[in-house]
């Protein structure tokens, strides 16, 4: 009984050893330093800000507001999904996007929204009280939409 655990121990296949340091997501450092590294990074923290601004208040009370809202939040998540993947390196990996021409469409089109908004958002601030939370809010918004662009 013994040799024939002894023979079944000589007779397994090696357990396979897994490398699990490897990673197949690049990471480009040098992004955060070049211009459209920069500039990417300006565009999320002034839209971040913008969206901060005014979902502080009571905006639903206004539509316009809610419309300001939706750009801001949806120009928002598209600038970050763009600056992932430049950091990731996965637009080296996926060639048949052309990168470029996709980066001027969401561009041209976030600022054509934001300038857009900003007009929205300077109209909606003759709707609030002078020297109240929303006032100041959604004035501080309505400088930092164009800033956005």
């Known amino acids: 009984m013994e040799r024939d655990a002894v023979t079944l121990a000589r007779r397994s296949p090696p357990v396979p050893e897994y490398n699990t340091s490897t990673s197949t997501l690049a990471f480009d450092q040098h992004l955060t330093t070049t211009p459209k590294g920069i ?15 005014v979902g502080g208040t009571e905006y639903f009370h206004l539509s316009a507001l809610c419309w300001v ?35 001027l469409c969401l561009n041209s089109s976030a600022t054509a929204l934001y300038l857009v908004t900003a007009i929205v958002d300077a109209v909606s601030v003759n709707q609030a009280i002078r020297g109240r939370h929303n006032y100041n809010c959604w004035a501080a918004s309505a400088v930092r939409a164009p800033l956005s662009t």
């Open 39 to 53: 500039l990417l990074m300006a565009e999320i923290v002034c839209g971040m800000l913008v969206w901060i601004l």
């Open 69 to 103: 809202m939706f750009v801001s939040i949806l120009c928002w998540v598209l600038t970050i999904c763009l600056f992932i993947i430049y950091l990731t390196g996965a637009h080296n990996r996926i060639q048949q996007v052309p990168w470029t021409t996709l980066s």
